[in-house]
């Protein structure tokens, strides 16, 4: 039985986090219908059945649930446009902004969540770079004479040289068809050679059955003016992998990076920049380290610590990197077998959590809030009925419609459907996850 099915602890964190997600979404419609005079017949601390009313305040009941994962709001004439002063009947003006609040509220906890994390830890990136680091036996690549080692350069002519997306992409738009791969084996340059990307490789391989070097890098957030960092080209938004000596050892953090140079004043360390999706140049930047370096400049005029002053940003291009991932994501779909953790539902999440809390602890775990804050928002916003952009989809229709409102009737059986499908699709989504868990497998694949 998976060790997971019998931590106490880890059902308690995701059974707190799930109802911080919920309760700060249905805050968010609470406080906006409150404030533009929707009156709001219940706020539920958990989901029924009722434990304990303890408190009404106005026409509001303010009650503790039974199943503490979250809460919930009734308005006054929620379903019905007939009871006056209802939800139901409000104009298209005052029912959007309630609706929204809930994603508005999610959206918000993600965001400052992210600044909090942003500021107590290093800028980490994840660098992949398309270097052979290994070949599964008896795969495409191996049989294409591909060794670990080899640089691939090129798919089709295009050049995907320490590009990751751009190869991840080109061999899954393939998959099944022959490819020319350009290959580069320490200062020579191999005749094209070619391999047919797998449509469904085994677990682990991927099209190829490659293993592609990768390294932890961290993110510039400043450069001095007039520091050794801005002599050699490095700016802002960079990520950085510092090499410190022969073997590949990298520096992990700021701290790090100052105790290093002032501990080897007059020698030098290799830079490899990070831009714009790929790694610039052919070779490592050489930066040589100041006979008179000192504690405030041992850094040499690279931040790469977030500050105080820096979280807010952070914390905002942490948000847009994967709200900007969506499309492609989204794309992903019309393409190739997906992995086995692309959807993952309530199993999924709690067994997910429990492997955060494992190998990251607190810190981790407040940014997976944030994620699933995240998630939860976009999730709400998709046009599908019962979600609250299923709704927005009407409220937009009947604005279109000159106000004319459409039958509460058809609305409500639209909405009935699209709850039968989302339960149907949890239903097949737990199953999978289930399945993954008794099998002991990893949510995020990591050994």
């Known amino acids: 039985m998976p060790e997971f099915l019998n931590s106490a602890t880890t059902l308690i964190i995701f059974a707190l986090m799930l109802g911080v997600l919920v309760f700060v979404h249905e805050l968010g419609h609470f406080a ?23 408190m009404k305040r106005g026409e509001t009941e303010y009650t503790l649930n039974w199943i503490p994962l979250g809460g919930f709001v009734r308005l ?3 379903e019905d446009p007939r009871v006056p002063g209802g939800f139901a009947s409000a104009k298209p003006s005052v029912r959007a902004p309630v609706l929204l609040a809930g994603v508005t509220m999610n959206l918000l906890l993600a965001y400052v969540v992210f600044c909090i994390t942003a500021l107590f830890s290093p800028p980490y990136a994840q660098i992949q770079t398309t270097k052979v680091v290994a070949v599964a036996p008896s795969s495409p690549a191996a049989e294409a004479g591909i060794r670990a080692g080899d640089h691939i350069v090129a798919v089709n002519g295009a050049n995907v040289k320490d590009n990751f997306p751009l190869l991840s992409q080109t061999l899954r738009d393939n998959a099944g068809q022959s490819v020319s ?6 200062a020579r340059a191999l005749d094209p050679i070619r391999a047919t990307p797998r449509v469904s490789p085994p677990r682990g391989e991927g099209p190829l059955g490659i293993a592609l070097t990768s390294y932890l890098g961290l993110r510039v957030m400043g450069v001095d003016a007039g520091s050794v960092a801005e002599s050699v080209g490095v700016r802002a938004g960079d ?3 510092f090499f ?18 002032q501990t080897n004043r007059g020698l030098k360390v290799e830079w490899h920049v990070y831009r714009d999706g790929q790694l610039l140049g052919n070779a490592p930047l050489i930066v040589p380290i100041p006979e008179t370096v000192t504690p405030e400049n041992a850094t040499l005029g690279a931040r790469v610590q977030v500050s105080v002053l820096d979280a807010p940003l952070a914390g905002a291009q942490g948000l847009w990197r994967i709200v900007a991932s969506i499309p492609a994501t989204f794309a992903q779909l019309t393409r190739g077998p997906l992995p086995d953790n692309s959807f993952i539902g309530v199993v999924g999440i709690a067994q997910a959590t429990g492997e955060v809390a494992e190998r990251g602890g607190a810190l981790a775990l407040l940014e997976w809030l944030g994620l699933l804050s995240l998630n939860l928002a976009i999730v709400n916003l998709l046009p599908f009925p019962a979600l609250d952009g299923g709704r927005l989809v009407f409220v937009a229709l009947e604005w279109l419609r000159g106000g004319k409102k459409i039958d509460p009737q058809k609305e409500g059986m639209v909405h009935l459907v699209g709850i039968a499908v989302l339960l149907g699709m949890m239903l097949i989504v737990t199953f999978f996850d289930v399945q993954r868990l008794l099998a002991g497998r990893s949510i995020f694949n990591l050994p």
């Open 181 to 186: 791969l350009a290959i580069q084996r320490g």
């Open 244 to 261: 410190v000596d022969p073997k590949g050892r990298t520096l992990k953090d700021q701290n790090e990076l100052a105790q290093y140079t």
């Open 32 to 54: 906006v219908a409150k404030r533009l005079g929707i009156p709001v017949l219940e706020f539920g601390f958990g989901f029924p059945p009722r434990l304990w009313r303890f």
């Open 239 to 241: 990520v950085l992998v």
């Open 76 to 78: 006054l004439g929620e």
